[in-house]
Nanobody, 129 residues
């Protein structure tokens, strides 16, 4: 079983950068495709970015492409979301998630993300304009 804990959220100004971390416990992390999702108040969770089990392939939502970078370190069991040029509309609760079967590509188009095997508790990112 993989358990996930996010950290790094906070309050920043538009144009600033923020680095989110997702720390995993469990021996299977290196076999999991991983992703970041976010949830706006009153809305469904939406896909932000995903990365394959070995870090060789990444996918991004159009809204963050060119500003956010996803990466992972399997030896340290961590995943990172580097967020640059933040906008007020990036304000949301950010979640990391993982799954041993769902591919990083598929995470970007899932209709039911609750089916993913592991979820963190979320970290709030607030961007003031």
């Amino acid at each position: 079983q993989v358990q996930l804990v996010e950290s790094g959220g906070g309050l920043v100004q538009a144009g600033d950068s923020l680095r989110l971390s997702c720390a995993a416990s469990g021996r299977r992390f290196s076999t999991f495709s991983m992703g970041w999702f976010r949830q706006f108040p009153g809305k469904e969770r939406e896909f932000v970015a995903s990365i394959s089990w070995d870090g060789s392939v990444t996918f991004y939502a159009d809204s963050v492409k060119g500003r956010f970078t996803i990466s992972r370190d399997n030896a340290k069991k961590t995943m990172i979301l580097q967020m640059n040029s933040l906008k007020a509309e990036d304000t949301a609760v950010y979640y990391c998630a993982g799954d041993p079967i769902v591919t990083a590509r598929a995470m970007g188009s899932m209709s039911d993300t609750s089916a993913l095997d592991a979820w963190g508790q979320g970290t709030l990112v607030t961007v003031s304009s």
